[in-house]
């Protein structure tokens, strides 16, 4: 396995962390009926999503860079 | 609406969990194509469908009486005296009762409800840190905006005398409708302990 590879399988679980513990704090704030549970959906748990989403977008950066720069290596 | 919400949540977070333990799974094409809809795709519309049902929530009147400092303002719905305007409102059903606070509270120019959120950020930030004022002031006072929302086009508001000879003012918000000696009992919680109730039903 290249190292290339450990590197885009470590973003992609950082990126499923992230998206995990992001939806399962939507899924708390669903069901605490409290004006706070909107700050802990607004404020927590769209930005653990938006940074998983980002991280899996910069792992589909590294792969589109990666198969780029082995095909101008042949 | 949530049942469906709950569902992308789950399948999204089963699809994540997938990724989380084997990542390399996704060397297959499939694979890719399900790695894009479980970790960009549904996580992106669980964001969507959350802000809109919190959105919802939030118009609903027991999720703002369930902060303590407006919990006599939900009292002062049921006050048995029709020159109470909210609760004369809110009995008669010309507001829906569910959404009673939301009705007259909200700005409904295109960002209204966003600029209301972010005006309840701050009353959140003093229930939690520092400590409502009482009473509780609306920043700007209240526009009349809120009322014309409703009344502005019905026939027994256009063709009341009063009404219709300073209609121009009420429009401008230069002659506010609640002090300017028409309407001004609103919710006047300080007098809360001398008052009647409705009980409905009854």
């Known amino acids: 396995m290249r190292l290339s590879e450990v590197g885009m399988e470590r973003l992609l679980r950082i990126s499923s962390a992230f998206i995990i513990l992001g939806l399962v704090v939507e899924i708390i704030s669903l069901l ?7 700050v802990l959906f607004a404020f ?7 940074l998983g989403i980002l991280v899996y977008l910069v792992s589909l950066a590294f792969v589109a860079s990666r198969s780029t720069d082995s095909h101008n290596s042949t | 609406m949530i049942a469906m919400l709950v569902v992308q949540i789950v399948l999204s977070i089963i699809l994540a969990s997938i990724f989380l333990i084997r ?5 297959g094409t499939g ?3 399900l790695a894009f809809i479980g970790l960009c795709a549904l996580p992106f519309l669980c964001i969507v469908g959350g802000m809109n049902t919190h959105m919802q929530r939030s118009e609903q009147t027991q999720f703002c009486i369930s902060c303590h400092a407006m919990v006599p303002y939900g009292q002062s719905l049921y006050v048995d005296d029709p020159s109470y305007l909210p609760a004369q409102h809110f009995q008669n059903h010309r507001v829906p009762a569910d959404e009673a606070c939301y009705a ?10 966003l600029k209301d959120k972010m005006r309840g950020l701050t009353r959140i930030y003093m229930q939690y840190v520092s400590s409502p004022p009482n009473p ?9 905006s809120q009322c014309l929302h409703c009344h ?5 508001f256009e063709e009341n005398q009063i009404h219709a000879a300073v209609m121009d003012s009420l429009k401008s918000n230069q002659m506010s409708c609640l002090t300017s000696g028409c309407h001004d009992t609103a919710h ?7 008052v009647k109730f409705w009980r409905p039903g009854q």
Do not use: E, M
């Open chain 1, 32 to 38: 605490w009926y409290h004006p706070l549970s909107f």
């Open chain 2, 31 to 33: 694979w890719k194509i």
């Open chain 2, 188 to 194: 006047n919680i300080a007098q809360l302990s001398h």
């Open chain 2, 23 to 27: 990542p390399s799974v996704t060397a």
């Open chain 2, 136 to 144: 509780i002031r609306i920043p700007g006072g209240y526009q009349n």
């Open chain 2, 104 to 113: 007259c509270h909200a700005d409904y120019s295109i960002y209204g409800p």
């Open chain 1, 44 to 50: 927590i748990g769209i930005s653990l999503i938006g």
């Open chain 2, 152 to 156: 502005l086009g019905a026939r027994s």
